[in-house]
């Protein structure tokens, strides 16, 4: 078979979509290196937003007059949209949340507090965010389920020989991994992981919202149970997330939200839950946000997702090789073919904020701290790292101005 490889993406060009590299920050244009904190907007998203606000603006799914069905078009088409991005095999199946995070504890809660009691398993990992961590050892703890985490090895990647021994200890009944890393980049085995989980009869929760933006994703190839991610992290406004979720389950759960929009029927004896999606969609929604985010899915299905993949591993190939040169820098995480655009790293002798406030000066944005992966910190024996991101506008020069600006750090901190 012909292997092809996407061309190559022109970020200089890109860039000119993306309003805030316009700006100077200390008379220095932004070298932003935080999009897997937040990525930036480009005009096409915002105008999207706008347009909607200003032509088509009322609630969702209400009203018969004109504005209001023209508005429930807008929200769900760019249901279809996020749909069509996961290959999702029925918009129904898509849920509009507030962010990855509201996504996972909708499953944790609506799933998990039913599901869930003594003698079963709940098995995240080592290098979860927070949001694909707390909320189910907070409903494990709530049920009796036992909580565990499979550990990573030296070279940040799952150690799955560790699964073996997690076995011995109950009925494993969920399985919930990022399919990137936040903090190391790790590409995780996701696919791997999930056909252990249904060997088990457990469900696989996936964490995308750092993989979302950088690589094409597919539900059905994934064989996953449930999918999160947020629109923020692509290029779209913050505010909007959404959970794919496998139908038969999704319609066995109680609801998560309750109030408006996800009822049925209301009386005083009973109430009834409304069809999917909207049973998990209480109260009013983040109407411009979705469509915003549909804007989102657009411009990025436009450019190519393999091709933003590409582009950002050529960075990150670049920004280790980089900063292999500087001696008093350590990096951490797996070889560059098993990780995205993501690099955690310790000057050393200088604690991670003053590194990102020295860079700052430099105009370079990075983020340092624990990055919402504290067990991974503990892990890696550090209370924090500073974290260089890329995406799809990030050039390699905005990696010669970090280089530079750790010279900087060194000189003045180290
Ligand atoms: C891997 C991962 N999961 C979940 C989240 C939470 O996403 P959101 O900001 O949409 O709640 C983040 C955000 O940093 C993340 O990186």
């Given amino acids: 078979m012909a292997v092809t490889t996407p061309p ?75 749909a069509g991005f996961v290959n999702a095999p029925s918009e129904r199946e898509l849920i509009f949340t507030r962010s990855a995070t509201e996504s996972l504890n909708l499953v944790a809660y609506a799933w998990g507090l039913d599901n869930l009691g003594p003698g079963d398993v709940v098995l995240v990992t080592e290098l979860e965010h927070h949001s694909s961590f707390v909320p189910w050892q907070y409903v494990a703890h ?40 936040n903090t190391l980049g790790t590409v995780n085995p996701a696919l791997k992981l999930g056909a252990w989980a249904h060997e088990r009869g457990a469900i696989m929760v996936v964490d995308a919202a750092q993989a979302a933006p950088h690589r094409p994703l597919d539900v059905q190839a994934l064989d996953c149970d449930f999918l999160a991610l947020s629109s923020h992290k692509l290029c779209g406004p913050s505010g909007s997330g959404a959970l794919w979720g496998r139908r038969e389950l999704l319609e066995a759960m109680s609801p998560f939200n309750l109030g408006g929009e996800m009822i049925r029927s209301v009386a005083i004896e009973k109430t009834t839950w409304n069809e999917l999606p909207y049973k998990f969609e209480a109260g009013t929604p983040a109407i411009a946000e979705a469509v915003g985010f549909g804007a989102a899915v657009d411009y990025l299905s436009e450019v190519g997702l393999e091709v933003i993949e590409r582009h950002e591993h050529e960075l990150l190939e670049y920004a280790l090789g980089r900063l292999g040169e500087l001696p008093w820098v350590e990096t951490y995480g797996p070889v560059p073919e098993r990780r995205a655009g993501i690099v955690s790293f310790n000057v050393e002798g200088v604690h991670p904020h003053d590194v990102a406030q020295v860079l700052d000066w430099e105009g370079v944005a990075v983020r340092a701290g624990h990055h919402c992966t504290q067990p991974l910190m503990t892990k890696l024996g550090v209370a924090a790292t500073t974290r260089a991101s890329f995406y799809l506008y990030t050039i390699p020069e905005e990696i010669d101005r970090l280089v530079e600006g750790l010279h900087k750090v060194k000189k003045s901190l180290g």
């Fill in 8 to 82: 190559a993406l022109d970020a200089h060009r890109l860039r000119a979509d993306f309003p805030v590299f316009d700006e100077l920050v200390n008379g220095k244009p932004v070298a932003f290196l935080d999009s897997a904190a937040s990525a930036q907007k480009p005009r096409q998203v915002l105008d999207a937003m706008r347009d909607f606000y200003e032509h088509s603006y009322a609630n969702v799914h209400r009203g018969v007059y004109r504005l209001a069905e023209r508005a429930t078009a807008g929200y769900e088409t760019a249901r279809r949209k996020v």
């Fill in 142 to 181: 709530r049920t009796g389920a036992a909580f565990r985490a499979i550990p990573i090895d030296d070279h940040g990647e799952l150690d799955l020989d560790a699964l073996a021994t997690v076995e011995g200890e109950g009925t494993v009944k969920v399985v919930a991994c990022n399919l990137v890393s």
